[in-house]
């Protein structure tokens, strides 16, 4: 008998899948395409205090097995949120994991207070890492003393267990993930997108109008599974693994690396059954490997 | 509903320099379209992970087939251009609204579109009942011509004065002085903004199809957004979604 589930610092999950933040919405648009029953956590577009507007347009640019990404975190905020998105994921056997984001500590603080109180919230995942908006995100994730400080006040004020994710745009990820273990994270996962540019040769100009953007895709998958493998082994919390997962070997690679969960993110734009096909290809391989519980392939290559 | 499926491909033609008609099967995807709709081509290249939004040419609910004309822009058209009858191509659809049809066969609609706007003029131009005047813009070689005869009053313009009045549509409506009640709308941004200015001028209504860099296609990324003059419904903001609250809109609606 084959078990997926996974415990994620007392949540239990289904299996170890989920989408990651920013590229599945609330999870309303995808369930046309994917069974949001099937997934073991939806992990939602970030939500601020207040609406944000987002970048200016062109926000997305292809690159090789790859993309470029510069929304700025456009969201209705909390309210909205709180009204429309949550109501509808309560529907659905999955956990949900609402991703946060703040341009100060203050909005960070405010909207972790607002989604203690929700009952259909299961954890959160504190966005300090986007590479789009100038204030907040990066500037929270990149210095390990930041980390520490904004993990910390948030660990305070939240009744939820809370994930912390992390941006591949430093020196050396495992003193980012000890500062977060440190300010009492639950979990952290990673990577956020990678810091890119594309230029657009024939018209001489920058092919995303904020000029950089997130790379992210299969293009990225090797750096991010070497930052997974390397965070694993700096903390004792759970890692949750991404960066351009397309398929369950994809996913297994991170598991293996000491991922105890996986987040499907840009495959879906390429295949919008991605993350379902993933948890029936994690069982498929178990079962070639004559593996029970999938706990047991987390770090398994040393 | 939207479907994700393998298309097989009934025929391909290369009808001008560079634009290619391609008629898919398509099953309930083609059955549940309409005008001004479009479909996410994936390719069979995982390099290449984006769709590309395609405007539907033509419909045929019965029949379950789709034509889409396009240009090449890229590797990714180019992979489909190269795609013969009995190949198969991954697409998802059908998405966006749509342009409204239910106008009043007293009225007189002014269809405008130009270069590669011009496709899905064609499936608009068929559903649409009321007096119809087609303009339409190309640089030089001008395609899907023969398609359009008997649908309504045409006029072309060319930029190279081969054929039809030099110069743009605009050109082209102001030389013959040519009115309406409404317009429909597909082009590129320069024209639409002209169009939304002919428009507020004559004091009509304008529906412009709008065109944007796009990752899902379904409205969830918040890739593909045109700056809006009333609060979108998705994010309480400035921001709609061309894949999902258009790619038509009134032109009152967005800022262009």
């Given at each position: 008998?084959?078990?997926?589930?996974?415990?994620?610092?007392?949540?239990?999950?289904?299996?170890?899948?989920?989408?990651?933040?920013?590229?599945f919405?609330?999870?309303?648009e995808?369930?046309e395409?994917?069974?949001?029953?099937?997934?073991?956590?939806?992990?939602?577009k970030?939500v601020?205090?207040?609406?944000?507007?987002?970048?200016?347009?062109?926000r997305?640019?292809?690159?090789?097995?790859?993309?470029?990404?510069?929304?700025?975190?456009?969201?209705?905020?909390?309210?909205?949120?709180?009204?429309?998105?949550?109501?509808?994921?309560?529907?659905?056997?999955?956990?949900?994991?609402?991703?946060v984001?703040?341009h100060?500590e203050?909005?960070?603080?405010?909207?972790?207070?607002?989604?203690?109180?929700?009952?259909?919230?299961d954890?959160?995942?504190?966005?300090?890492?986007?590479?789009?908006?100038?204030?907040?995100g990066?500037?929270?994730?990149?210095?390990?003393?930041?980390?520490?400080?904004?993990?910390n006040?948030?660990?305070?004020?939240?009744a939820?267990?809370v994930?912390?994710k992390?941006?591949?745009?430093?020196?050396?990820i495992?003193?980012?993930?000890?500062?977060?273990?440190?300010?009492?994270?639950?979990?952290?996962?990673?990577?956020?997108?990678i810091?890119g540019?594309?230029?657009?040769?024939?018209r001489?100009?920058?092919?995303?109008?904020?000029?950089?953007?997130?790379?992210?895709?299969?293009?990225?998958?090797?750096?991010?599974?070497r930052?997974?493998?390397?965070?694993?082994?700096?903390?004792?919390?759970?890692?949750?693994?991404?960066?351009?997962?397309?398929?369950?070997?994809?996913a297994?690679?991170?598991?293996?690396a000491g991922?105890s969960?996986?987040s499907?993110?840009?495959a879906?734009?390429h295949?919008?059954c991605?993350?379902?096909?993933v948890?029936?290809?994690?069982?498929?391989?178990m079962?070639?490997?004559?593996?029970?519980?999938?706990?047991?392939?987390v770090?398994a290559?040393? | 509903?939207?479907?994700?499926?393998?298309?097989?491909?009934?025929?391909?033609?290369e009808?001008?320099?560079?634009?290619?008609?391609?008629?898919?099967?398509?099953g309930?995807?083609?059955?549940?379209?309409?005008?001004?709709?479009?479909?996410?081509?994936?390719?069979?290249?995982?390099?290449?992970l984006?769709?590309?939004?395609i405007?539907?040419?033509e419909?045929?609910?019965?029949?379950?087939?789709?034509?889409?004309?396009?240009?090449?822009?890229?590797?990714?058209?180019?992979?489909?251009?190269?795609?013969?009858?009995?190949?198969a191509?991954r697409?998802?659809?059908p998405?966006?609204?749509?342009?409204?049809?239910e106008?009043?066969?007293?009225?007189?609609a002014l269809?405008?579109?130009?270069?590669?706007?011009?496709?899905?003029?064609?499936?608009?131009a068929?559903?649409?009942?009321c007096?119809?005047?087609?303009?339409?813009?190309?640089?030089?070689?001008?395609f899907?011509?023969?398609?359009?005869?008997?649908?309504?009053?045409?006029v072309?313009?060319?930029?190279?004065?081969?054929?039809?009045?030099?110069?743009?549509?605009?050109?082209?409506?102001a030389?013959?002085?040519?009115?309406?009640?409404?317009?429909?709308?597909?082009?590129?941004?320069?024209?639409?903004?002209?169009?939304?200015?002919?428009?507020?001028?004559?004091?009509?209504?304008a529906?412009?199809?709008?065109?944007e860099?796009?990752?899902c296609g379904i409205?969830a990324?918040?890739?593909?957004?045109?700056?809006s003059?009333?609060?979108d419904?998705?994010?309480?903001v400035?921001?709609?979604?061309?894949?999902k609250?258009?790619?038509?809109?009134?032109?009152?609606?967005?800022?262009?």
């Amino acid at each position: 008998m084959i078990d997926l589930g996974i415990d994620l610092c007392g949540v239990k999950l289904k299996n170890p899948v989920m989408v990651c933040s920013g590229t599945f919405g609330s999870g309303a648009e995808y369930s046309e395409f994917v069974d949001l029953n099937r997934l073991g956590a939806v992990v939602t577009k970030g939500v601020a205090v207040t609406p944000w507007t987002g970048n200016p347009a062109p926000r997305i640019a292809e690159t090789p097995s790859g993309m470029l990404n510069a929304i700025g975190l456009q969201n209705p905020g909390i309210d909205v949120f709180e009204e429309r998105d949550l109501p509808y994921l309560a529907q659905f056997d999955t956990r949900v994991i609402v991703n946060v984001c703040g341009h100060s500590e203050e909005e960070y603080i405010a909207c972790v207070k607002r989604l203690s109180e929700n009952d259909t919230v299961d954890m959160l995942e504190i966005n300090i890492s986007c590479p789009n908006v100038r204030e907040g995100g990066i500037a929270f994730g990149t210095d390990p003393k930041a980390v520490f400080a904004i993990t910390n006040a948030i660990k305070k004020v939240s009744a939820k267990p809370v994930i912390m994710k992390l941006s591949p745009n430093v020196t050396d990820i495992a003193e980012i993930a000890r500062a977060a273990e440190a300010g009492g994270a639950d979990a952290i996962s990673l990577i956020n997108t990678i810091t890119g540019m594309k230029i657009d040769v024939e018209r001489q100009c920058f092919a995303l109008a904020n000029r950089t953007g997130g790379l992210s895709g299969p293009a990225i998958r090797p750096v991010a599974v070497r930052m997974v493998y390397q965070a694993a082994h700096a903390v004792s919390v759970p890692v949750i693994g991404m960066g351009g997962i397309t398929c369950a070997s994809d996913a297994l690679e991170f598991i293996l690396a000491g991922a105890s969960a996986v987040s499907i993110g840009t495959a879906n734009f390429h295949n919008p059954c991605t993350a379902a096909e993933v948890v029936d290809g994690i069982a498929d391989y178990m079962e070639r490997h004559h593996t029970d519980h999938v706990q047991s392939l987390v770090g398994a290559v040393k | 509903m939207k479907r994700y499926v393998n298309a097989g491909v009934i025929s391909q033609e290369e009808i001008a320099q560079n634009i290619f008609s391609m008629w898919l099967d398509a099953g309930q995807i083609a059955a549940g379209a309409v005008p001004g709709q479009f479909i996410s081509l994936y390719s069979a290249d995982a390099s290449r992970l984006l769709p590309r939004p395609i405007s539907l040419c033509e419909i045929d609910r019965e029949g379950g087939r789709l034509r889409i004309v396009y240009r090449i822009a890229g590797a990714g058209t180019r992979e489909f251009s190269q795609l013969r009858a009995g190949d198969a191509v991954r697409i998802l659809g059908p998405l966006g609204n749509g342009y409204p049809l239910e106008e009043k066969d007293s009225r007189h609609a002014l269809l405008i579109a130009g270069g590669i706007g011009v496709p899905p003029m064609l499936a608009l131009a068929k559903t649409l009942q009321c007096r119809k005047t087609i303009i339409l813009g190309y640089r030089s070689e001008r395609f899907l011509l023969q398609d359009f005869q008997g649908l309504g009053e045409i006029v072309t313009a060319t930029e190279d004065g081969s054929a039809g009045v030099k110069g743009n549509v605009m050109d082209a409506i102001a030389a013959a002085h040519i009115t309406g009640d409404v317009i429909y709308s597909c082009g590129p941004k320069p024209m639409l903004r002209a169009v939304k200015d002919l428009a507020m001028e004559q004091h009509i209504t304008a529906w412009v199809s709008l065109e944007e860099r796009m990752a899902c296609g379904i409205g969830a990324c918040l890739g593909c957004v045109c700056e809006s003059t009333d609060v979108d419904a998705h994010s309480h903001v400035h921001n709609k979604r061309v894949c999902k609250d258009g790619p038509v809109f009134d032109a009152r609606e967005v800022v262009l």
